[in-house]
């Protein structure tokens, strides 16, 4: 081919060469550009539709699973499943480059091609039984990754009571406990990988050396001619060799984003399209880890005074209130809303807009307001409304106003703080129903009080309904008392 290109138009210049060489790095930056912008879409889907299945996933799954784990998927084995993908996509060309370079040398010389092939059979089930023992080592891996992560997640989490409570070497000996694990495997793929790459050579130098000695009848044509494309196919099988080492060790990067993806969503509601009045539960019955928690609850919940609802722990409390705020649904019975024009929606059916204070507050990093108005859409008159009716406006104004900023987890505020900015979010939020738990737990008697009273005033203008185990400190509030027993029986 060189040579009469060479007699039409003479030898390259060094300009054509310069070109050729300019055009050869384009060309590798190019394709280096497209597999980075690949990547790029594929993470940012992938990761924006497993957050997406994990913030609208059911309460009642999501509840028993850890935070650390979905952080450990949605970062760290991202990358390793656009690796798969651009894996595969390589170790598809290499294998049809492979195939097609055997049969050429297979049309050279049948013979010879076939005593190749029949030396690589059992170069071929030594590759898949290491394939197989890294494919299981990856996805030990990964779980353990998980785990790792779950645990850091955990641990940063709680750093505050191992402070307080002098216990940072647990901590520490908890936030690492899988990294021995993790790093075990990393050291074990990596023999498999030392293994895999020898492989290819000890299997060529076998092949050639049996062609050397069997090959005396064969023309020194046909052997040239076999040998140099059995050497161009196996620097193809080498590489696909490798790559598909790659697709093995990255597998069990997508069992923790398929885990993810296949958390069920919560089924669709309609919201409920006008003012809710009223909510109630109507022979409610719901069971949690084999237990039957609640058996046939009847409650109302409505404005003019606080309902209270009581009880030991253990006793359904929590469920109830989740049920009310529609996050759990009943396995009987049924929750029903009633709304400003008097008419009735099945919480099955229909989404109220309840504002839920838990007992466990949480606050982002970032200003007051920030946490008030996510999504920026109040003026700031809404906003110190919602501050004055749960009483948070004092110390906002102390702190320095809606611009003030807090601390991760609102670590910055009291307890007492952060429930009533929670209550405050909460108002800012315009819901009908009001369900607090165990808000006034953990605070001194000075901060339950004034807690208290902005709940009880809240109460003569909405439904509001406070979970507690400490029904003496909401005394003042003169409420409706619902009281749970205690004594969850095992679930039919």
């Not at 050639?208 to 023309?219: E, H, N, P, Y």
């Not at 044509?221 to 598909?244: C, K, P, Q, Y």
């Amino acid at each position: 081919m060189i040579g009469p290109w060479l007699d039409a138009f003479g030898p390259p210049t060094p300009g054509v060469v310069g070109l050729l060489f300019l055009a050869k790095a384009a060309l590798a930056a190019a394709l280096i550009l497209i597999e980075t912008a690949i990547g790029i879409v594929i993470r940012r889907r992938v990761q924006a539709a497993c957050l997406e299945r994990v913030v609208l996933g059911r309460w009642d799954v999501l509840r028993g699973q850890q935070v650390g784990r979905w952080i450990g998927a949605l970062t760290e084995e991202l990358p390793l499943l656009t690796r798969y993908v651009t894996s595969f996509f390589s170790a598809l060309y290499l294998l049809i480059s492979a195939a097609l370079l055997s049969v050429m040398a297979a049309a050279v010389a049948p013979t010879l091609a076939m005593g190749l092939a029949a030396l690589a059979v059992p170069a071929w089930l030594a590759l898949k039984a290491l394939y197989s023992l890294q494919s299981r080592l990856a996805r030990s891996q990964a779980s353990a990754r998980q785990g790792l992560a779950a645990d850091l997640t955990e641990s940063l989490a709680g750093i505050f009571q191992a402070k307080a409570s002098g216990e940072t070497a647990s901590l520490l000996r908890r936030a690492l406990r899988r990294q021995a694990e993790v790093f075990q495997r990393e050291l074990q793929i990596g023999w498999t990988l030392g293994v895999l790459a020898a492989i290819n050579p000890l299997a060529m130098g076998a092949a050639l050396l049996a062609l050397a000695a069997w090959g005396g009848d064969a023309s020194a044509a046909s052997f040239g001619g076999v040998g140099v494309l059995a050497f161009r196919a196996a620097t193809s099988v080498n590489a696909l060799v490798a790559t598909l080492g790659t697709l093995t060790r990255t597998v069990g990067s997508l069992k923790p984003l398929d885990d993810l993806a296949i958390i069920p969503e919560e089924p669709p509601r309609e919201p409920l399209g006008e003012r809710l009045v009223s909510a109630r539960l109507e022979g409610a019955v719901y069971s949690q880890g084999g237990r039957r928690v609640l058996d046939g609850a009847s409650l109302v919940v409505e404005p003019g005074r606080l309902l209270l609802v009581t009880g030991p722990s253990g006793s359904g409390k929590t469920t109830l209130i989740n049920l009310l705020a529609g996050l759990f649904a009943p396995e009987a019975g049924r929750v029903v809303y009633r709304g400003a024009s008097g008419a009735e929606h099945d919480a099955s059916s229909r989404r109220a807009r309840v504002a839920y204070v838990a007992q466990d507050v949480h606050l982002f990093s970032g200003t007051v307001r920030e946490n008030l108005d996510p999504d920026g859409a109040l003026a700031d008159e809404a906003l110190w409304r919602s501050l004055e009716r749960a009483g948070a406006a004092e110390f906002v104004r102390a702190r320095g106003g809606l611009t003030s900023a807090l601390a991760e987890f609102g670590r910055s505020l009291s307890g007492g703080e952060r429930r009533r900015l929670a209550v405050a979010r909460a108002l800012a939020s315009e819901a009908d129903l009001l369900a607090l738990d165990e808000v006034t737990n953990g605070l001194d008697d000075a901060s339950k009080a004034a807690l208290v009273a902005s709940i009880a005033e809240l109460a003569r203008e909405m439904p509001v309904v406070a979970v507690t185990h400490d029904a003496a400190a909401f005394a003042s509030a003169s409420p409706r008392v619902f009281t749970l027993a205690g004594g969850a029986r095992p679930a039919p």
